[in-house]
Structures are given as structure tokens and as C-alpha cells.
């Protein structure tokens, strides 16, 4: 069964301290794998597609990477403003499989 | 250019009752998602659809129906509502073509909300 598993499930970081988030997931045939951004009440919003190992993306202080069996979201240098859930999702057989998201809070 | 739209925003119900959903899509997107998201089971895929016809269906009961237009809005219907249905539905479009390999663009979401 597609699987995607997202750790930590809660990180807290002070400002400026630079750290990552980890997605890992079991799926039969890559097809690209995508991170979101969500504040709370919101809907997702959309940050990186990834589609081969080795591929890698960056937006701001956001860095995805992907391996063969990982996604890595770095964030560098981090301010209050990035505090939010991020969820990463891989295309399964019929539907996109989500991770339940890393909580993601940066202290002034 | 404006993203997908989602009404109402908020929606309180009571056990029983029915309730529909409305999503616009990101103008030229043909593809609507629709997904539950609850704090215990994340965001959990309801079904796809794609031009006016469904392509793929999650592990709903089938008291969660949808629909599309012909302009690609897209409705989806709870009949019965249970206190397990509060929760926060999501709407997703994307560009291309059905399934969910392409990025897909969410709306605000509605909070419903079951007494």
C-alpha cells in the first residue's frame, strides 16, 4: 500500500536556526512527489514538485531534495513567518497519498 | 489570476441533515479534487473529477457524492450527516489531465461543522 510517513510531527526552532524536515514514502513507481505549506485554516499551499532522485528545489529559505526512498525540506535561517504545517504527498495508484505533516513553529 | 474558490467557508449542521459544497476552479483547470482533512486521519482523498465525469473515488461511505459542470465548478454532496463528517473539506484543481500526478492548487476549504 502507498505510504507516506512525515517526521518530526512537531519541531520547534528559534529564529535563525536552520534545520529539516523528513518525508519518507513507499510507493510503487515514483511519480513526483510534492511539498505543501499550510497555516492553520487555510488550505495547502503549493511549494515544490519533485520528480527524479538527486533533483533538487529552492524557494526563499526553503530547500527540497529528493532521494529514492526520501524528501528532505531544509529550511535555512528560519523567521516566525515560516511557522506552518508542511505536507509532503506522492501520487499513489488513483490518488495523491499525504503525509500527516510536520508542525513547524519558529520563536522570535 | 484567481486561485480556486471554495463556498460557503463555514457551514454548521445537525446530525441528519444534508449539506453542499462548492468549488470553482483555477480558471483553464478541467481536474477537481475534493478531500476531508481532520486532525486524527489528515487529509484524505474524496474523489476526482474530470470533465463532468468522476475518475477516481476514495474510501468514502457512499453518503459523499460530487459532481462537475460543464464549466469544470464542481459540487459535492453529504446526505445523512454524522458527527464524524465536521471537519475541514478541501478542494483541489489541477491543469491537466485526471489523476494525481500533476500539482494540484487548494482552495481555502469549508469548516463544516455536525451538532
Known amino acids: 500500500e502507498d505510504q507516506v510517513t512525515q517526521s518530526p510531527e512537531a519541531l520547534r526552532l528559534q529564529e535563525g536556526e536552520s534545520s529539516s524536515l523528513n518525508c519518507s514514502y513507499t510507493?510503487?513507481?515514483?511519480?513526483?512527489l510534492f511539498w505543501y505549506r499550510q497555516d492553520p485554516g487555510k488550505g495547502p499551499e503549493f511549494l515544490f514538485t519533485?520528480?527524479?532522485a538527486g533533483e533538487e528545489k529552492e524557494k526563499e529559505r526553503l530547500k527540497a531534495t529528493l532521494t529514492k526512498k526520501e524528501s528532505f525540506l531544509h529550511i535555512t535561517a528560519p523567521k516566525p513567518e515560516d511557522s506552518a504545517t508542511y505536507l509532503c504527498?506522492?501520487?499513489?495508484?488513483?490518488?495523491?497519498?499525504f503525509g500527516q505533516g510536520t508542525r513547524l513553529t519558529i520563536n522570535p | 489570476k484567481a486561485g480556486v474558490t471554495q463556498t460557503p467557508r463555514y457551514l454548521i449542521k445537525t446530525r441528519g441533515q444534508q449539506v453542499t459544497l462548492s468549488c470553482s476552479p483555477i480558471?483553464?483547470?478541467?481536474?477537481v479534487s475534493w478531500y476531508q482533512q481532520t486532525p486524527g486521519q489528515g487529509l484524505q482523498f474524496l474523489f476526482e473529477?474530470?470533465?463532468?465525469?468522476?475518475?477516481n473515488k476514495g474510501n468514502f461511505p457512499g453518503r459523499f457524492s460530487g459532481r462537475q459542470f460543464s464549466n469544470s465548478r464542481s459540487e459535492m454532496n453529504v446526505s445523512t450527516l454524522e458527527l464524524g463528517d465536521s471537519a475541514l473539506y478541501l478542494c483541489?484543481?489541477?491543469?491537466?489531465?485526471?489523476?494525481?500526478?500533476?500539482?494540484?492548487?487548494f482552495g481555502p476549504g469549508t469548516r463544516l461543522t455536525v451538532l
Open positions: 483541489a484543481s489541477s491543469l491537466v489531465t485526471s489523476g494525481p500526478y500533476n500539482e494540484q492548487f
Open positions: 510507493v510503487s513507481g515514483l511519480r513526483g
Open positions: 519533485l520528480y527524479s
Open positions: 504527498a506522492v501520487p499513489g495508484a488513483q490518488k495523491l497519498v
Open positions: 480558471s483553464g483547470h478541467r481536474s
Open positions: 473529477y474530470f470533465s463532468e465525469t468522476q475518475r
